[in-house]
């Protein structure tokens, strides 16, 4: 980090300015470290940084406290200038019991600051922890800056006049460390008071005990001789617009939001509560202003079958989910396929399988979302690549599904779900028009001249059959599981109508390549190796490309999100490169696909332990490809 000297803070000291800085908030799962970590990030989102973040929670919903299962951390990533990635390795670890320092103090490079709540260091929680000795007193953290700070002590002191319980009083000790933490970045703190004085207005004591324990954090840094001088992280040139903090699935629900305003249909979201893609729900229930309909079904088979509902009533239908709801939603999507009914199916994916862990990030649901039905049924796929990128990539899944009457599956993960970065509000004119045209009258003539309505006489450039609404005057048709005859939509066992409808069905999404865009890519000039990803593997490929690039290495980036049909281009785009990597957070999935397709020897860096990659691992591999 480079580092210059800003002004005066009010105490006379004066800070040292950073280009960029890591903190990671972690302690129990009860200690709050997502409220303060989320509200740092707010404030440093509010001060102008570029931002990202990590959250990491326990696999275990109610891991013993005290624990190492049982920790629960928050890496924000501030900078001033363009960054991708929530930060490698954590600059300054706030560890508020041993288990959240055992847990994460691996991840540190010599020279790190730790700031631990040394009241939390007793025999008891040690033991828990599995920790022989006190790292704090044995010498195993001298690589380390450590200030040990009674964290606990200090807030039940800030609170004893306000007449709060002792246990009341000890939850606050989290607004102390971020008032801490605060002091320390030069964050102003204002903000952060009205927010508690909102939140918690209706629970005076809770409200005036954080208070006091924020002031109280921020006091400590300004009159402590811990520290010798506070730090500045400038703001971030972005460009200019009006700016929301966002992660996935809040941009997700916004997505959806959208398509709903530009396609003129009300939304309709049913989903079965499955973490990480619960609070797609919770966000869309805040809608209902915009035409948002939403149901919390009885399980993953009911909430697919709402969604097929809400497609043949003409609305726009989505279903959220995770890996094991996937499965289970099948063959309701299936139902779907043959019914060639418009509809978006969000995977957040999470590590597998069965239950795996909940709550961490792979993506290896890409096969299953691809061939994971019976029979051949065909369907587009679009990968979100961040955060903010998942609005986009809710509007796109729409907009295929809409336009072209099939089921879209639309892959975030468990990273995307959570993290969070700034996003600039698009100008509507931007967005695309998703209007759609439901059918009115009929549209053939039966041999004694009769008029009727045949169901899948079909769009002769997009292969669609029309969308009919349940109740429009002279268009009864029939729907069902069954193999339909082309055109009339009547049951058919004919051999050669099953053969072609199979094949008008594949053929239907393949011609979607012709309206996507080409490969998404950075070309460096005469680049030997070309790394390519999808989904959420964009951030650390990125940042990984930049730091090789600076070291005068060529290398070119690709991404794909468009993943199912890939985009028509790729096969031109693999051949330019002698030498092709794809990093995925499963065991090849996308890299068997490309040298299927397009027989490329892409080489395969995979990554399965629940956590994204880093920017050191790629810059790592790329050079070894290079060196190759």
């Known amino acids: 980090m480079s580092t210059t000297v800003s002004t005066p803070d ?8 950073l280009d960029r800085v890591v903190v990671r908030f972690a302690g129990d799962s009860g200690d709050g470290m997502q409220l303060v970590g989320d509200r740092f990030t707010e404030l440093s989102a509010i001060f102008g940084n570029d931002l990202a973040t990590l959250p990491n929670y326990p696999a275990e919903i109610r891991a013993p406290a005290g624990t190492v299962a049982g920790v629960s951390s928050f890496q924000v990533h501030i900078s001033d200038s ?14 508020m019991n041993p288990a959240a320092l055992r847990a994460n103090v691996a991840d540190l490079a ?4 730790i700031i631990v709540n040394s009241d939390a260091f007793d025999e008891r929680d040690l033991d828990k922890a599995g920790y022989a000795e006190n790292p704090l007193l044995d010498g195993s953290l001298a690589r380390f800056t450590l200030h040990q700070v009674p964290m606990t002590s200090i807030t039940l002191e800030a609170t004893a006049e306000l007449g709060v319980k002792r246990r009341d009083a000890e939850r606050s000790k989290n607004f102390f460390a971020l008032g801490l933490i605060c002091w320390m970045y030069t964050r102003p703190i204002q903000p952060l008071l009205d927010w508690i004085t909102n939140k918690y207005d209706a629970r005076p004591l809770v409200r005036d005990s954080n208070l006091a324990a924020l002031r109280a954090g921020r006091n400590f840094g300004e009159t402590a001789e811990l520290f010798d001088h506070p730090y500045s992280v400038a703001p971030a040139p972005l460009p200019p617009g009006t700016y929301s903090n966002v992660n996935g699935n809040t941009a997700v629900a916004w997505g959806l939001v959208a398509a709903g305003q530009l396609s003129g249909l009300r939304v309709v979201y049913a989903s079965y509560p499955i973490t990480p893609a619960s609070d797609i729900l919770h966000e869309l229930s805040r809608r209902k202003n915009f035409d948002v309909w939403t149901m919390q079904a009885e399980d993953e088979i009911a909430a697919a079958a709402i969604a097929v509902g809400a497609a043949f009533a003409g609305t726009l239908a989505v279903t959220g989910t995770s890996g094991p709801g996937l499965d289970l939603k099948s063959e309701a999507i299936g139902l779907a396929i043959s019914l060639e009914l418009p509809m978006v199916i969000v995977d957040v994916q999470r590590a597998g399988p069965s239950t795996g862990m909940p ?15 019976h029979g051949e049924s065909p369907l587009p796929v679009v990968a979100a690549k961040s955060p903010a990128h998942c609005f986009d990539a809710a509007i796109e899944a729409s907009r295929l599904a809409l336009k072209y009457r099939t089921p879209v599956i639309l892959l975030t993960d468990g990273y995307l779900a959570n993290g969070a970065e700034p996003w600039r509000l698009p100008e509507m004119a931007d967005l695309p028009d998703l209007s759609v045209e439901f059918a009115t009258r009929t549209n053939h003539t039966e041999p004694d001249g009769r008029e009727t309505f045949w169901p899948y006489l079909r769009d002769p450039e997009t292969l669609t059959r029309p969308w009919a609404v349940p109740g429009t005057p002279g ?3 029939r729907i069902g599981g069954i193999e339909k005859q082309d055109g009339s939509g009547n049951i058919s066992y004919q051999p050669d109508n099953h053969e072609h409808m199979v094949r008008l069905r594949q053929a239907r999404v393949d011609d979607i390549a ?40 060529r290398v070119s980036q690709a991404h794909l999100v468009h993943v199912n049909p890939l985009p028509p281009d790729l096969g031109d785009v693999l051949a330019r490169y002698p030498k092709v990597l794809c ?23 995979t990554k399965v332990s629940g956590l994204p990659f880093g920017a050191h691992e790629m810059e790592e591999r790329m050079i070894a490809e290079l060196d190759r």
Do not use: C
């Open 359 to 373: 709550t961490k990030t792979e993506q290896t649901d890409l096969l299953s979302a691809i061939h994971g039905r």
């Open 82 to 95: 363009d960054i991708v990635t929530p930060g490698d390795s954590p600059n300054v670890l706030v560890a």
């Open 583 to 605: 990093p995925e957070l499963n065991l090849g999935q996308m890299t068997g696909i490309l040298r299927d397709r397009y027989l490329a020897d892409v080489r395969s860096f």
């Open 475 to 477: 268009l009864q048709h």
């Open 10 to 17: 009010q105490t006379g000291v004066e800070p040292h300015e």
């Open 514 to 553: 012709a309206d996507i865009p080409g490969v998404m890519l950075d070309e460096d000039d005469d680049a030997e190796l070309l790394v390519i990803g999808w989904g959420s593997t964009w951030g650390a490929i990125t940042a990984g490309v930049r730091r090789v690039r600076r070291q005068g290495r």
């Open 110 to 113: 010599p020279g790190s600051t």
